[in-house]
């Protein structure tokens, strides 16, 4: 055997072999790499869509939030605004009621005065007509003579 021949024939079983591999089985390498990188590619966009939906989301979330706590900060003044005009007409509502009850007990402390003062005009008239008719040593009738004691008591 000869080296040389040896030699060419496993150049040429090299070369084949070369040739069928570029023809058959580097076009499958390359389109899987192909594929391979259009992946990648395609999840690197997709995450970079993602943290700008998520940057979106969470400027959008801030948003919210800051509109949730200014519209709670509105309520909360009017809530103590409302609570305060309530105050105010409990306030105005006791003191008009006062003002009545005290009204009211002064025209009752007004109406006894007059009762007790009509009162003490009888018993003043009826002391006056016993002690006349002791002194005159005769009985007063007191129907007989009611515009008379009626005079005296108007000036006790």
Same mark, same amino acid.
């Given at each position: *055997?000869? &080296?040389?021949?040896?030699? !060419?024939? /496993? *150049? !040429?079983?090299?070369?084949? =072999? &070369?040739? #069928?591999? *570029?023809?058959? &089985?580097?076009?499958?390498?390359?389109?899987? *790499?192909? %594929?391979? /990188?259009?992946?990648? $590619?395609? #999840?690197?966009?997709?995450?970079?869509?993602?943290?700008? @939906?998520?940057?979106?989301?969470?400027? +959008?979330?801030?948003?919210?939030?800051?509109?949730?706590? %200014?519209?709670?900060? /509105?309520?909360?003044?009017?809530?103590?605004?409302?609570?305060? @005009? =309530?105050?105010?007409?409990?306030?105005?509502?006791?003191?008009? @009621?006062? $003002?009545?009850?005290?009204?009211?007990? /002064?025209?009752? &402390?007004?109406?006894?005065?007059?009762?007790?003062?009509?009162?003490?005009?009888? %018993?003043?008239?009826?002391?006056?007509?016993?002690?006349?008719? +002791?002194?005159?040593?005769?009985?007063?009738?007191?129907? $007989?003579? $009611?515009?008379?004691?009626?005079?005296?008591?108007? %000036?006790?």
């Amino acid at each position: *055997m000869n &080296i040389n021949l040896t030699l !060419v024939v /496993q *150049m !040429v079983v090299f070369a084949t =072999l &070369i040739w #069928g591999t *570029m023809k058959w &089985i580097w076009p499958q390498i390359l389109s899987a *790499m192909d %594929e391979r /990188q259009r992946k990648i $590619a395609q #999840g690197l966009a997709a995450a970079e869509e993602g943290e700008k @939906e998520l940057s979106q989301a969470r400027d +959008k979330a801030d948003a919210i939030i800051r509109e949730a706590r %200014e519209r709670a900060n /509105q309520i909360i003044d009017h809530a103590q605004h409302r609570a305060n @005009e =309530l105050i105010d007409q409990a306030k105005g509502a006791a003191s008009s @009621e006062s $003002a009545r009850i005290v009204a009211a007990a /002064q025209q009752q &402390i007004e109406l006894d005065t007059t009762r007790a003062k009509e009162s003490l005009r009888r %018993e003043v008239a009826g002391i006056a007509v016993g002690a006349a008719s +002791k002194l005159l040593g005769r009985e007063i009738d007191a129907r $007989a003579h $009611a515009d008379l004691l009626e005079q005296l008591a108007e %000036e006790i």
